[in-house]
């Protein structure tokens, strides 16, 4: 299975304390060497998840001008990331205009890689008030008067990181200089984590987009969510980010879609177009064992009760969905299940086997490992007529060999 990687690492304090780190990505396996924006704020966001990669710290993201004056920068929630200019982006109008924005809209604003000298006071005059970090190369600053112009920037309330420490000597040559945070080599060596690659199709989430901006019935968007599990996936790790605060518990993805709302949605799907996290090419296995397991709970739920609402129906899809997240994500389901207020029932059937949706998500997982007694077993609890399981999954297979060729 083909995997995404991304690159960590630490900055730490004058105590020695891990305060934030930088994100960096590249999609293979080898040492990173490239960054993209957008692409590191849609793998931090949907596939790693802010609590398993930053545990609440925040994460230093390079952004060139192209990503600054694009307004899907608005669509980023403000709480995880500090946005770090590239040197080379000049103070045009514009650029100053969407600096005071992004600051006036509380997110967190940096420079990275500077070269501290006089000139930078010229060129960054008109927003100086609105950066908060300063990523410093100390080597290629101005020596001279390079402490007191470290002091110039703090006084504006800035938080200085020395970049690029490659030894003690640097460490504290930083230290004595002013310099807050401290970023190199000399603490740690970015660190390479993956995780499974699941990409949407283009075509999918531009359908689902422009099925969010028309006046669409929200159960025929809900519908077209269940259909694309490459999407549901990434919609409920961008949950357990903490993108959102819910109150409610949630119990379907029609309960999202209503909680979370149209346009908010919108600019999330728009942010995997920009990011290029699409693909066209052939559903990953483990998308194709999501789409397996959810259409099996609720078909069979349907055979059990052949009333249940939309609702019920809507519960027992995400009992599926859910029951795999830790293996899409590499986390423990228990600490998933933490920073998703799912409903109790919900959460019973996917942690303990409780209730109806557990029966049958257990019925499920008997399924997948050719348990074929577990069918009667059910059939006889249920009053169901001997080979109506069967019949089920012969559908369910057939439906799954029809998903598993793109129609784009």
Excluded at 42 to 62: D, S, W, Y
Excluded at 388 to 403: K, P, W, Y
Aim: negative net charge.
């Amino acid at each position: 299975m083909q995997s995404i990687c991304i690159g960590r690492q630490p900055i730490i304090d004058s105590h020695l304390e891990l305060c934030a780190y930088e994100v960096l990505y590249k999609g293979s396996k080898e040492v990173l060497s490239r960054y993209s924006s957008a692409s590191i704020v849609n793998n931090v966001l949907n596939k790693f998840g802010t609590q398993a990669l930053l545990g609440g710290r925040r994460a230093f993201v390079k952004i060139d001008e192209k990503f600054l004056l694009h307004d899907i920068i608005f669509s980023i929630p403000n709480s995880f990331f500090i946005f770090s200019l590239l040197a080379d982006v000049k103070m045009s109008e514009r650029v100053v205009e969407r600096i005071e924005q992004l600051k006036a809209k509380n997110y967190s604003l940096g420079i990275d890689k500077l070269s501290l000298n006089e000139d930078v006071f010229v060129k960054y005059k008109a927003v100086l008030e609105n950066i908060d970090f300063v990523k410093l190369d100390v080597k290629n600053s101005q020596q001279e008067k390079l402490k007191e112009l470290i002091q110039r920037l703090k006084s504006k309330g800035m938080t200085v990181v020395a970049d690029n420490v490659m030894d003690n000597s640097a460490y504290e040559e930083a230290k004595s200089l002013g310099c807050d945070w401290f970023q190199g080599y000399f603490f740690a060596e970015p660190k390479i984590l993956e995780n499974a690659k699941y990409e949407p199709s283009n075509m999918a989430v531009l359908k689902l987009y422009n099925l969010l901006m028309q006046d669409v019935n929200i159960d025929e968007i809900t519908k077209e969510f269940e259909n694309n599990p490459e999407i549901t996936v990434q919609l409920l790790q961008f949950i357990n980010s903490g993108a959102f605060h819910f109150r409610q518990k949630i119990s379907t993805i029609h309960h999202i879609l209503t909680l979370v709302g149209r346009i908010p949605l919108g600019q999330w799907l728009m942010l995997m177009i920009y990011s290029k996290s699409v693909s066209k090419e052939k559903q990953s296995p483990l998308m194709l064992m999501v789409k397996h397991r959810t259409e099996l709970m609720e078909n069979i739920l349907k055979v059990v009760k052949p009333n249940a609402g939309s609702n019920q129906i809507g519960e027992a899809y995400f009992v599926g969905v859910i029951s795999l997240m830790d293996t899409l994500f590499s986390m423990k389901l228990e600490d998933i299940l933490e920073h998703i207020n799912i409903s109790d029932e919900v959460k019973s059937a996917v942690l303990y086997d409780k209730g109806l949706f557990g029966e049958i998500y257990k019925l499920v997982r008997d399924i997948e490992e050719f348990k074929t007694e577990s069918n009667y077993d059910f059939e006889k609890k249920y009053s169901l007529q001997v080979g109506t399981i069967e019949g089920i999954v012969f559908q369910a297979m057939r439906d799954l060999n029809s998903f598993e060729t793109p129609n784009n």
